[in-house]
């Protein structure tokens, strides 16, 4: 049959995700450019980045270095595999990685999203157990509240209800810590909340409820951020790596946002110094720019694998795209960009402004609470009555129509921009949301 015509501006057969397709078909919001903080829209408009993408453009967009390294190695070679074969890249990133991680994080597992590393991180801790030995501990924990991805592990893990309620039992045996979002006591905070850490004792009711031999493993966001930006309350994070220790449960930190310099620090494992581990990443590994994740894991949990006769397939587990050489590339070159410019360091230089320029949105009839870290922030506000959500989508859409991009996520607006951003920009973007709070009813 011959091809019909097709053309770039018939919006129907692209199946768009987590979008309201027919909403956004109506009246599309097209990005066709960018460049350092900034988007362009087809017209040439020009939109100022306050998402760096998805979480994920950390340095910026078209950082020449980066797109060099991908340019030359699309030429040099296209695809390897690593399944019982390997190539330069693959090693080098890993050994880069598992530097910069420190301490014994340091072996590297390549995926290609964040939902596959978190998959990832699941089946290993899973596995880990049963190499030992330990073959009962088979359940996982994760956290209301929790955005793991898409995966049938991260979903199960995972607790936002919409990303669940469609899909089916999901995975057995999972359960969930309570989330640690306490508006009545921590609104408004700048930094960790100073109210929560018992939050953590829900896992010793788990382990009460289940036994802590029926237990592999609890993965958390360090800071939750698709769910609205929840930073964890003051002692939290060391709290729950106790109960963990005293259990013989891995501790998985979702580090697919806080990584990478998110938090003024290369990953939340240093912002908060408590180890995990396993730490699952994506996103600014490649400054969003080829897709890539990956998961490290601590020494010993690899090493526990390579214990049966060296001929043997150690890990039933990987990708035809894991450590693909152009993310490879991408990633090795964004590493050198995020060092050249002290990207980590800059943006924790930034933290005070950033914080207070959004906390000065307090005080706005509509805005009930603004939590912010590192270079993350969310404003809450209050929903309209009988129609959840639709403030913050009106609030999204008025900055975007005035040249700022934010996400919204339920009622909460959240920003995180490239680490690359500037003071008068911090300023603007929050000005213009500022602007839209007021005049969206
Ligand atoms: C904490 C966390 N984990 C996992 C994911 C899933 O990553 P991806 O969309 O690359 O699969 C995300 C995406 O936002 C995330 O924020």
């Known amino acids: 049959m011959p091809e019909a015509p097709v053309s770039p501006n018939d919006l129907e057969p692209f199946w768009m995700p987590f979008t309201a397709n027919r909403q956004f078909k109506a009246n599309p919001r097209l990005l066709a450019r960018a460049e350092g903080m900034y988007y362009y829209t087809p017209e040439g408009r020009q939109v100022l980045d306050g998402t760096a993408g998805l979480w994920c453009c950390n340095a910026g967009h078209g950082q020449p270095k980066v797109v060099e390294a991908i340019q030359k190695q699309a030429a040099i070679m296209d695809f390897a595999p690593v399944f019982q074969m390997g190539h330069p890249l693959a090693f080098e990133l890993a050994g880069r990685l598992a530097s910069l991680m420190g301490g014994d994080l340091d072996h590297v597992f390549f995926t290609n999203s964040g939902s596959e590393s978190v998959d990832t991180a699941l089946k290993i801790a899973l596995a880990y157990h049963r190499v030992r030995g330990e073959g009962t501990r088979t359940r996982l924990i994760g956290r209301e509240r929790g955005y793991h991805g898409v995966g049938f592990g991260g979903i199960s893990v995972g607790g936002m209800v919409n990303n669940r309620r469609f899909f089916g039992s999901l995975l057995n045996g999972v359960d969930h810590l309570r989330h640690t979002h306490l508006p009545h006591l921590n609104a408004f905070t700048k930094g960790q909340p100073e109210h929560g850490a018992d939050l953590a004792d829900d896992l010793e009711r788990l382990v009460a409820l289940h036994g802590a031999e029926t237990i592999a493993a609890v993965i958390v966001e360090p800071v939750a951020g ?85 001929s043997a397939i150690e890990l039933f587990h990987g990708y035809t795209y894991s450590a693909h050489p152009l993310a490879c590339a991408a990633a090795l070159a964004t590493m050198e960009v995020y060092k050249d410019l002290d990207l980590f360091n800059r943006a924790a230089s930034l933290e005070a402004h950033w914080a207070d320029t959004a906390h000065s949105l307090k005080g706005l009839d509509a805005v009930i609470d603004i939590r912010t870290l590192g270079l993350i922030a969310g404003v809450e506000l209050a929903p309209r009555p009988g129609a959840p959500g639709a403030r913050a989508y009106d609030v999204f859409l008025k900055c975007f129509n005035e040249g700022v991009l934010v996400r919204y996520t339920g009622e909460t607006i959240a920003m995180s921009p490239p680490l690359i951003i500037e003071k008068p920009q911090i300023d603007h973007a929050f000005e213009v949301l500022r602007d839209a709070i007021t005049s969206v009813a």
């Open 226 to 310: 698709s769910t609205g930006v929840l930073v964890p309350p003051k002692g939290y994070l060391e709290r729950l790596r106790g109960i963990c220790d005293k259990h013989g449960i891995l501790l998985i930190f979702d580090e697919v946002i806080t990584g990478f310099g998110r938090l003024g620090t290369a990953f939340a494992v240093d912002k908060f110094g408590v180890a995990p581990d396993l730490v699952t990443t994506a996103k600014g590994l490649t400054s969003g720019t080829v897709p890539m994740g990956a998961v490290f894991a601590r020494k010993g949990i690899y090493d526990a694998f390579m214990t049966g006769p060296e």
